[in-house]
């Protein structure tokens, strides 16, 4: 009989929240933003692979890694000599006036994810996902001379003005800010579990497109279209997959129109989907590909640093007409090459297969059949979507309808039991851990998903 290593569980040394969370918590409730959200109490003290400690001792398993981002962990060694190595060399100079080696050879690698024969891509490097979708809007009206940019409903695109007029998914990003950016339409996201336009889920593709064409004809001039953005897996909005064909019958449309295809892969890009980009998904499919593509998030295991990668045919804005003092960081670039050496398997990481991105597809796999098998104990779990490592858990009303407060009372309740969770959309659970999660953490993890929710029940 094999012997199974007992296995790790989090471990919770306070009632929640402990008392230097607690006192933290206060001290924050006074000097910070009014316009931080804290969906429940949670101080880290450190971290240590997908575990994360508080201030008080309690030590969590993290089923969020900071909105996908600590894509290898916390505190991956690989990563932390990285930086360190880079920080005693120099910490920062400007890349938009000097070139630097660990950027460039960062550029050259990052393109041969999404380069085709005979296809030439460049990057843009700035700080944040909102600065990746600033560039490559920006990008595409100085390109194409043109100025409309579509988007969708339920996206998000970040935060800075460019960003919250093109983001589709909650009106409270907007309220009081306007005016926004003009010239900016939504159109419908092809959700097949609640499918837009009358349609069903084997036709919701095709009636999104059907859409835009019509408002080709009667609203929006075509030739005055710079871009669509879209993300190829909707994250904010609520972890949600288009169906099969739309990816690529949106490509088509792009192409007859001479419309630039955005690509926002800040949330679902660098691995997390188990391949390197989530519209590569959609490849098996028909052509998909983008002319300008957003990364951030995952890209260097936190460290600060986001990428607008995009055709060289398309990178035709002047000398000086963009830029950025800190984008492209050396000491987060070396976060970033740190973090694709594991997301691509030239360092593997122990107990998680040849690569990052392979571990993602598995473990991802795994809990997705497990989740599936859940919905026949815990019928208020509507729908179970997503790809590898990226997996939405939608709560729903005995009718059907999204029950938001059902999922607000199961985060809660896994947070309790030490399950480091987040919601997005209306009543979604987000799964999106660290893609160093091996199949026995996430076992862990459902088993503590299971008894929050029999408690609900
Ligand atoms: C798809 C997408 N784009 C852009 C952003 C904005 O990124 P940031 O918060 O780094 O500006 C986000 C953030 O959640 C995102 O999910």
Request: aromatic share 8%.
């Amino acid at each position: 009989m094999t012997t199974l290593p007992k296995l790790r569980q989090p471990e919770l040394k306070t009632s929640l929240p402990g008392p230097k969370t607690a006192a933290i918590m206060e001290r924050d409730a006074q000097h910070l933003s009014t316009s931080y959200m804290r969906p429940y109490p949670f101080v880290p003290d450190h971290g240590e692979g997908v575990w994360l400690t508080d201030v008080d001792g309690n030590t969590m398993l993290d089923f969020f890694a900071g909105i996908a981002v600590s894509t290898t962990g916390h505190a991956h060694p690989h990563v932390v000599k990285a930086v360190q190595e880079q920080i005693t060399k120099f910490t920062h100079v400007c890349l938009t006036d000097y070139p630097q080696e660990i950027t460039t050879s960062l550029a050259e690698r990052m393109v041969k994810h999404v380069e085709k024969p005979g296809e030439k891509w460049r990057v843009f490097f700035g700080n944040s996902g909102a600065e990746a979708v600033e560039a490559a809007v920006k990008l595409a009206r100085n390109h194409t001379g043109r100025s409309h940019i579509i988007s969708t409903i339920g996206s998000f695109h970040g935060r800075t003005y460019g960003a919250i007029t093109l983001t589709g998914s909650k009106t409270k990003y907007k309220r009081g800010f306007g005016p926004l950016l003009p010239n900016v339409s939504h159109v419908p996201y092809p959700n097949p579990f609640r499918p837009p336009l009358g349609s069903t889920p084997d036709t919701c593709g095709q009636a999104v497109i059907d859409h835009i064409e019509g408002l080709f004809q009667t609203i929006i001039p075509a030739d005055e279209v710079a871009a669509i953005i879209i993300e190829p897996m909707q994250g904010e909005g609520g972890y949600i997959v288009p169906p099969a064909d739309f990816l690529p019958k949106l490509r088509a449309l792009c192409g007859k129109y001479g419309i630039m295809l955005i690509f926002d892969e800040v949330q679902a890009g660098m691995g997390r989907t188990g391949t390197m980009y989530s519209f590569q998904q959609f490849e098996q499919y028909g052509n998909v590909q983008p002319d300008i593509v957003t990364v951030a998030k995952g890209i260097a295991s936190g460290m600060p640093i986001s990428a607008m990668l995009a055709k060289e045919s398309v990178m035709t804005w002047p000398v000086g007409s963009h830029g950025s003092t800190y984008g492209g960081n050396p000491v987060a670039a070396a976060a970033a090459h740190a973090t694709l050496d594991l997301l691509e398997g030239v360092v593997p990481h122990p107990g998680c297969g040849p690569s990052l991105m392979q571990n993602a597809a598995e473990v991802g796999a795994f809990i997705m059949a497990e989740l599936k098998g859940m919905q026949v104990e815990f019928p208020f779990l509507g729908d179970v979507r997503g790809g590898g490592l990226f997996i939405g858990l939608e709560f729903v009303t005995p009718d059907g309808r999204p029950d938001g407060k059902l999922r607000d009372a199961a985060s809660m309740a896994m947070f309790r039991r030490g399950l480091l969770n987040l919601d997005c959309g209306e009543a979604v659970i987000r799964i999106s851990p660290p893609l160093i999660l091996t199949q026995e953490e996430a076992a862990t993890g459902l088993e503590i998903m299971r008894e929050a929710l029999r408690e609900l029940r």
